[in-house]
C-alpha cells in the first residue's frame, strides 16, 4: 500500500507542481494589472526599469543580431549553391529574422541577462525582509516593484527586436555581399520585396508577449523566493531555465495561432 502511495505522489507530483506555478503566475499577473491601473503611477521607476530592461540590453542583442545574421547567410549561401539558388538568400534571412529569429534571440538574450538580475533582486529584497518592510510603510511591493519591471519588459523587447532585424540583415550582407560575393542589389531587392508589414508585426508580437512572460516569470521567482542566499541563487537559475521554455513553448503557440489565422 505505501508502495502505491508513493507511486502515485510521484505520478501527480508534475502536474500538481505544473498548475500550482500557473495559480502562483495567474496570481501575480491580476495583482499587477489592478496595481498598474491604480495611483500613483511611478513614472520615474518605470523610466528606470525600461532603461535597465531595453537600453542595458542593447548590446547583447545587437552583438547576438550581428552573429547569427552572418552565420545564417553563410549556411544559405552554401545550401542554396546546390540548386543555383543563391539570390534567394536575402528573402529568407530577412523572413526567418522577422517572423522567429529575431523575437527568440532577443527575448533568450534579455532573459538571461536582465530577467535573472530582475530575480535576484528581488529576491535579496525577500530574503533581507525589505519587501515586508515595504508593506509596513504602507508601499505595495507589487506597484512599487513587480509592475514597472513587467512594463519594461512589454515595452521593449518589440524595441530590441526591431534592432535585431536590422543587425541582423547588416550581418548577412556583410558576409553574402562582402566575403561571398552575391550582388548586393539583388539581395537588398530581395528583402524589400519578401519581407513586408506583416511578417515585421509577427515578430514584434510575439516580442511584446516574450517580454511580458520574461518579466512576470523573473518577478515570480524573486518576489516569492525563500531560503536566504541560496534560495536566491536557486530561484535565479529557476526563473532563466522557465523564462528560456516558456519562451519556446509560447513561440510554438503564437505561431500556430498566426499561421491558422493567416
Known sequence: MAALVALADAVL???TRFLAEIGVLARLLGEAVYWGLRPPYR???????????????????????LFVGMVFGIQLVDGFKEF????????????????????????????????SAITTELGSMRVSDQIDAMTTMA????????????????????????????VGIVGAWIVCVQLLGLDSGIFIDKVRWFVDGDDILQGLLKAAVFGFAIS?????????????????????????VQSAVTILVLDYVLTTIIVGAG
Open 84 to 115: 543555383g539558388a543563391e539570390n534567394q538568400v536575402g528573402a529568407v534571412v530577412g523572413l526567418a529574422l522577422a517572423r522567429e529569429l529575431a523575437p527568440v534571440f532577443s527575448a533568450l538574450m534579455v532573459s538571461s541577462r536582465a530577467g
Open 13 to 15: 507530483m508534475v502536474p
Open 43 to 65: 513614472t520615474r521607476l518605470w523610466i528606470a526599469a525600461m532603461d535597465f530592461v531595453g537600453v542595458g540590453s542593447i548590446f547583447i542583442v545587437g552583438l547576438t543580431g
Open 216 to 240: 512576470l516569470v523573473a518577478c515570480r521567482h524573486g518576489f516569492y523566493a525563500t531560503g536566504g542566499a541560496a534560495g536566491v541563487g536557486q530561484a535565479t537559475n529557476r526563473a532563466v
Open 139 to 166: 508601499v505595495n511591493p507589487i506597484q512599487y516593484l513587480v509592475v514597472p519591471k513587467v512594463l519594461a519588459g512589454l515595452i521593449m523587447l518589440p524595441l530590441l527586436t526591431m534592432m535585431f532585424n536590422l
